[in-house]
């Protein structure tokens, strides 16, 4: 177990077979590296899945208009230095249910070390991030996925924020999902766990990277309600 400025995380190794039924467990402190062995071949399939939880000390309202703001401020692109482009696709009431639905693309930089980026001959990905908000009870979630070089690598986040449950007006938590899978016929699968593990690290990386952003975020906002409050 790990615990890493408020962020803790834990490994699990676990193996099955491939044709078997498995179910992920959904605890919030572990993180697992599943290794399936087809019973069919003699191909292996891997994916590299963490979980992170970070607790930030500001309200629900402000970390969440923090979220939206972290791509769009000039002064964090070089905190985020591999972002490469943000674009909203969608963005959508819905006055029955009261919830936001928001779809952006990211162009970001090919995940993995540089000889990844080299194999598959390609510097750029391109992903595409769904988000829903619901402001009445106070949950805001968000899903990534790659739609480039998925013959290569499939890569799922998964981030949720929702007011702490031992001070909901003041704290809020966020929940963090990632799985990495690069496929089995693919010219990465040779070396398929290095790889997840070299792009488990980058994303690991890249996710402080992203809380300090956001705890910069609202601290100004913090400053600046203040400000207005005088």
């Known amino acids: 177990m790990l615990t890493i400025d408020g962020t803790t995380i834990t490994i699990v190794i676990v193996i099955v077979p491939f044709s078997s039924s498995f179910t992920f467990s959904r605890d919030l402190f572990r993180v697992l590296l599943c290794c399936s062995a087809s019973l069919c071949d003699s191909r292996i399939v891997m994916v590299k899945a963490y979980a992170q939880e970070h607790i930030y000390k500001h309200p629900w309202e402000r970390v969440t208009s923090a979220s939206w703001r972290k791509f769009a401020d000039p002064e964090n692109k070089r905190t985020l230095s591999h972002i490469l482009e943000v674009d909203t696709l969608n963005h959508k009431l819905d006055s029955l249910s009261g919830k936001l639905y928001t779809t952006r693309a990211l162009t970001i930089h090919a995940p993995g070390p540089w000889f990844v980026r080299k ?35 499939e890569v799922e986040e998964k981030i949720r924020y929702d007011p702490h449950p031992d001070n909901p007006t003041g704290w809020t938590i966020c929940r963090q999902e990632t799985s990495i899978r690069i496929k089995p016929l693919s010219a990465l699968a040779s070396m398929a766990e290095k ?36």
Do not use: P, W
């Not at 390609?122 to 805001?140: L, N, P, Y």
């Not at 705890?215 to 400000?227: D, M, Q, T, V």
């Open 195 to 230: 790889v997840e593990q070299r792009c488990a690290e980058r994303f690991m990386q890249n996710s402080v990277k992203g809380r300090e952003v956001m705890e910069r975020i609202c601290k100004y906002l913090e400053a600046e309600s203040s400000g207005m409050a005088l």
């Open 119 to 153: 194999i598959i001959g390609q510097d750029i990905c391109h992903c595409v991030e769904s988000t829903v908000v619901d402001a009445q009870s106070k949950s805001m979630q968000l899903t990534t996925r790659n739609v480039s070089l998925q013959k290569f690598i």
